[in-house]
């Protein structure tokens, strides 16, 4: 009796991990909808990685919670030490947003000077794995790095207002920018965002027409597009959401008890006493965003901090060109969620959306079977649909830019 309990235990741990490697699930390119543009033609033809079969390492890479967690835990594999110089910018609030810059390590493929203003993930900077290895790679390519530290996320550096950095918040993003074009006035842009860092600055883009100036085109990788959507699905146990909500809170409450004294110093005892209570009782980022989030830009309520906060109310007025990156596996991101850059895309022609079969959050290792290399499919995307935007504006057409389709060319010729 006892040894056929052990052999079920055994055969259902093993039902288990065969279940989470995933193995017989198949590789493909990714699924791509866009409009037949002779940009879009160009870009597919010119980032080959868009069009082939992404294979991730054997054992373990077509689970996406594998891709997840070795990401979340170790970001990447030998990851380099890019030099950096940190840059400080005071807000009109009080406030002091702090961005890296990286210069490039060659001249750019074009002898163009082009800069990537990068915005990472939730409670993310420019020291965490992921982000030195995509910096280092992006340098060697010719590109200048600015990485924008989220406000509150370095341990280092102390807030100077009673503010960090939010869901949607654009105010960092757009004076690292600022800074950006005022200090290299013959650079031009190109945007990327990670995760919550693609709801910035997508959010941003779309949020002003001038924010699109001297912008090539934006790069988001595993954004959710709208958090008032996302938060219903956010509670779920499918694919074990709810555990990920539960981590990624617990992160939160680390973040903003290390600033305590800057956030609540001026409130009341009482008040502080409150906040504080709800803080260390919250199990999901919903009730962290409703208690202490929402309140940093007076919203009346979660519904109405979701809503103004995601990018979904201010994308389709990006007309620069967008590379819209998904994982199916991703287990953060709903697949009801990707209706929004699968419309966009179909609606819109400087958009494409690419969705892959594997990759997980922000993951998209690749390798042969088990070690995964230093460089991600991501990284290889996100600079080869750069390097071929690049090209596309060195020689296209002179009717023909980023922002035009087909039609619009015709129109101005005639």
């Given at each position: ?57 054997l ?7 594998l ?15 890019p030099?950096?110089i ?9 406030a ?12 750019h ?17 420019s ?9 280092d ?71 002003n ?12 990788v ?61 199990t999901?980022?919903?009730q ?22 995601s990018?979904v ?9 967008l ?13 009801s ?25 922000l ?29 596309w ?22």
């Amino acid at each position: 009796m006892f040894d056929g309990m052990k052999l079920a235990a055994v055969a259902t741990v093993l039902y288990i991990i065969v279940r989470c490697l995933n193995l017989k699930s198949p590789t493909a390119p990714p699924d791509l909808t866009y409009q037949d543009t002779p940009l879009n033609r160009f870009l597919l033809k010119s980032c080959p990685q868009l069009t082939k079969e992404y294979i991730p390492p054997l054992l373990w890479g077509k689970s996406g919670h594998l891709q997840t967690a070795l990401y979340g835990k170790l970001g990447r594999v030998s990851s380099p030490h890019p030099s950096g110089i940190r840059k400080y910018l005071p807000m009109q609030d009080g406030a002091t947003a702090t961005f890296d810059l990286f210069e490039p390590l060659g001249d750019h493929r074009t002898g163009d000077d082009i800069t990537m203003v990068i915005c990472p993930g939730i409670g993310n900077h420019s020291e965490k794995h992921y982000i030195r290895t995509f910096v280092d790679y992006a340098q060697k390519d010719g590109y200048r790095c600015a990485v924008l530290n989220h406000l509150g996320a370095l341990p280092n550096i102390e807030l100077t207002s009673p503010r960090m950095f939010t869901y949607g918040c654009t105010w960092e993003f757009a004076a690292m920018v600022g800074y950006i074009k005022r200090a290299y006035p013959q650079t031009q842009l190109i945007v990327v965002g990670f995760s919550l860092g693609g709801n910035i600055v997508c959010k941003f883009l779309g949020e002003n027409r001038t924010n699109q100036e001297r912008v090539l085109c934006c790069v988001s990788v595993c954004q959710g597009y709208s958090a008032l959507r996302a938060q219903e699905t956010f509670l779920q146990w499918d694919q074990f959401r709810r555990f990920y909500n539960f981590l990624m809170a617990d992160n939160m409450k680390k973040i903003i008890l290390s600033h305590r004294h800057s956030l609540f110093g001026g409130s009341s005892v009482k008040m502080i006493d409150a906040d504080l209570s709800r803080l260390y009782t919250a199990t999901s980022l919903m009730q962290i965003d409703d208690n202490i989030m929402r309140k940093f830009h007076g919203h009346s309520s979660l519904k109405e901090y979701y809503e103004k906060e995601s990018c979904v109310h201010y994308i389709h007025n990006v007309n620069v060109p967008l590379l819209l990156v998904n994982s199916a596996d991703d287990p953060l991101v709903h697949d009801s969620l990707l209706t929004i850059p699968r419309t966009l895309s179909a609606k819109k022609p400087n958009v494409i959306f690419a969705l892959t079969l594997h990759g997980g959050h922000l993951g998209f290792f690749e390798g042969a079977v088990l070690f995964p290399q230093p460089l991600t499919w991501m990284d290889k995307v996100i600079v080869g649909y750069a390097n071929a935007m690049c090209q596309w504006e060195k020689q296209k057409p002179p009717c023909q830019s980023g922002h035009l389709s087909e039609s619009s060319c015709t129109e101005e010729k005639a």
